[in-house]
């Protein structure tokens, strides 16, 4: 039995997410569909995550095990060529069969995409979430130094991700690596929120950005920011950000 790594991308427009439905079309139902038939099986297909509906990837990772012989090159063409254009294959390899693309993460990094540009170009209404300017950047980039380290993100939580009654595992603990707020580099009005870190609550990153505009827009100070995530309450955090701006840029192993 071979277990083939995938590395791929895709806009998430069209789609109701990463994890396979019944009654919805997904990236993973999309990609486990075009592998059973060059493979001739059903085929389990296994993600690093599961992106919301409307969420981007650059560097999603995945996994499967099959029996087939078809060569990675030819696995690489051939999903290409029987994928829609909105998801891509972009590196096939053989690996150790332990390997589990969620398993075996060690974190990830996310960004999202704000423009303040008075009226966004139509080619960028799908990947930014545009806000009224201008924005507070000093502000914003204060409020994310106090998400660096480990913390318990539960005000930043979508309510019901999880059951908060399992005292099994970390909860609602993760370790931040690196928070940054950047220019885009093709506009001094479009910037990128940079977050990596061990793993991510469902609508974490998307929650953090909807509160850290609020204080952009002088709502909410550095010291109210970090009082919000001291406060492990939902309701204390700002809104969720829309998920066209959200990307996940890589899986660190």
Same mark, same amino acid.
């Given at each position: 039995?071979?277990?083939?790594?995938?590395?791929?991308?895709?806009?998430?427009?069209? #789609? =109701?997410?990463?994890?396979?439905?019944?009654?919805?079309?997904?990236?993973?139902?999309?990609?486990?569909?075009?592998? @059973?038939?060059?493979?001739?099986?059903?085929?389990?297909?296994?993600? /690093?995550?599961?992106?919301?509906?409307?969420?981007?990837?650059?560097?999603?990772? !995945?996994?499967?095990?099959?029996? +087939?012989?078809?060569?990675?090159?030819?696995?690489?063409?051939?999903?290409?060529?029987?994928?829609?254009?909105?998801?891509?294959?972009?590196?096939?390899?053989?690996?150790?069969?332990?390997?589990? =693309?969620?398993? @075996?993460?060690?974190?990830?990094? #996310?960004?999202?995409?704000?423009?303040?540009?008075?009226?966004?170009?139509?080619?960028?209404?799908?990947?930014?979430?545009? $806000?009224?300017?201008?924005?507070?950047?000093? !502000?914003?980039?204060?409020?994310?130094?106090?998400?660096?380290?480990?913390?318990?993100?539960?005000?930043?939580?979508?309510?019901? @991700?999880?059951?908060?009654?399992?005292?099994?595992?970390?909860?609602?603990?993760?370790?931040?690596? +690196?928070?940054?707020?950047?220019?885009?580099?093709? +506009?001094?009005?479009?910037?990128?929120?940079?977050?990596?870190?061990?793993?991510?609550?469902?609508?974490?990153?998307?929650?953090?950005?909807?509160?850290?505009?609020? =204080?952009?827009?002088?709502?909410?100070?550095?010291?109210?920011?970090?009082? $919000?995530?001291? !406060?492990?309450?939902?309701?204390? /955090?700002?809104?969720? /950000?829309? @998920?066209?701006?959200?990307?996940?840029?890589?899986?660190?192993?």
């Amino acid at each position: 039995m071979r277990n083939i790594k995938l590395l791929l991308a895709y806009d998430g427009t069209n #789609y =109701a997410g990463w994890q396979r439905q019944k009654n919805a079309l997904t990236i993973q139902g999309m990609i486990e569909e075009k592998i @059973s038939i060059m493979t001739g099986s059903k085929i389990q297909l296994h993600g /690093a995550g599961r992106t919301d509906a409307g969420v981007h990837a650059l560097g999603m990772v !995945a996994n499967f095990p099959t029996n +087939s012989t078809i060569p990675v090159l030819g696995f690489h063409d051939g999903l290409n060529s029987l994928l829609p254009e909105d998801i891509r294959i972009f590196g096939v390899e053989d690996v150790d069969p332990a390997f589990h =693309a969620r398993n @075996s993460a060690k974190g990830k990094v #996310y960004s999202y995409n704000i423009t303040t540009i008075p009226v966004p170009l139509p080619t960028e209404r799908l990947y930014y979430t545009h $806000v009224r300017g201008p924005l507070d950047i000093r !502000a914003m980039r204060d409020c994310l130094d106090h998400i660096v380290g480990s913390h318990d993100f539960s005000s930043f939580e979508a309510t019901g @991700s999880r059951d908060s009654k399992n005292k099994k595992g970390k909860g609602a603990l993760r370790t931040i690596f +690196s928070a940054e707020l950047m220019a885009h580099h093709q +506009s001094i009005e479009s910037f990128r929120v940079v977050i990596s870190g061990d793993g991510f609550l469902r609508h974490m990153v998307r929650n953090i950005v909807g509160t850290l505009i609020e =204080a952009g827009q002088g709502k909410r100070t550095a010291q109210s920011f970090n009082e $919000v995530l001291a !406060a492990k309450d939902r309701k204390m /955090a700002g809104p969720t /950000a829309p @998920s066209k701006g959200l990307f996940l840029e890589k899986v660190l192993y």
